[in-house]
């Protein structure tokens, strides 16, 4: 029963560098987010999906980018990291079918840009 | 104009006692959810209970029940009973329909339940 798993756990960057931040779930959940969670701040949506191939921008897009090629997977690519990336990043799966359904979020990963 | 506001950054509240955790939100939409999540210090999101707008009983799960007042747009939490395992950060949250489902969540409160 893994949910929404996230990977990496754990990454440091170098300013400029780019990389994936992967999340997969397999709940079958059409709607898919992207959050960025500063210390001592709550959630921000970056972007979000209401299935395979639809995506959309959420509060704080910029630096970013997502794709949704299927239902289960939704990557987020960091193009070229700043120091203000530097946050945790939530992923997140909802079903849509019921408006009472909550969002199921993976671990979360850990970003460093130095 | 912040969507959910949660004043309260910090609370104290002495084991097995009752606690309430603010949260007030702004929307135009007549159909929206609000749902509030526990972040312990280990990071993960829990989901704790929901409330529709068009709900007009107060949600309750266990422990747990939202004090919902429509007329006000407050969405408090209460807490009864409280263990030291409740010592987390909680957010409240919010989905309206006409944004596309999009959820939006407060700066949280940082809960302390003290022995």
């Known amino acids: 029963n893994a949910g929404v798993t996230q990977t990496p756990k754990f990454r440091i960057l170098k300013i400029g560098q780019s990389m994936t931040l992967q999340c997969a779930q397999d709940m079958n959940h059409n709607y898919m987010y992207w959050y960025r969670q500063d210390p001592g701040m709550g959630l921000k949506l970056i972007y979000y999906?209401?299935?395979?191939?639809?995506?959309d921008k959420g509060e704080v897009p910029n630096g970013y980018n997502v794709s949704r090629s299927t239902t289960e997977d939704f990557p987020l690519r960091l193009e070229l990291a700043a120091p203000s990336q530097t946050s945790v990043y939530f992923c997140a799966s909802r079903q849509a079918l019921n408006s009472n359904q909550p969002q199921h979020f993976g671990d979360g990963t850990r970003l460093s840009i130095l | 104009a912040q969507k959910i506001t949660q004043t309260q950054p910090g609370m104290f509240v002495q084991e097995k006692e009752a606690v309430t955790l603010d949260c007030t939100y702004d929307t135009s939409d007549q159909s929206y959810g609000l749902f509030w999540y526990k972040q312990p210090s280990s990071g993960e999101m829990i989901f704790l209970i929901y409330q529709g707008s068009y709900d007009e009983q107060n949600a309750t799960e266990g422990r747990y029940s939202l004090n919902f007042q429509k007329a006000r747009k407050s969405a408090n939490l209460v807490i009864s009973a409280s263990q030291l395992g409740d010592s987390a950060m909680y957010f409240c949250?919010?989905?309206?329909?006409?944004?596309?489902?999009?959820?939006?969540f407060g700066t949280g409160t940082s809960l302390t339940v003290i022995p």
């Open positions: 999906s209401v299935g395979a191939g639809i995506t």
């Open positions: 949250a919010m989905r309206e329909k006409n944004t596309g489902n999009q959820f939006y």
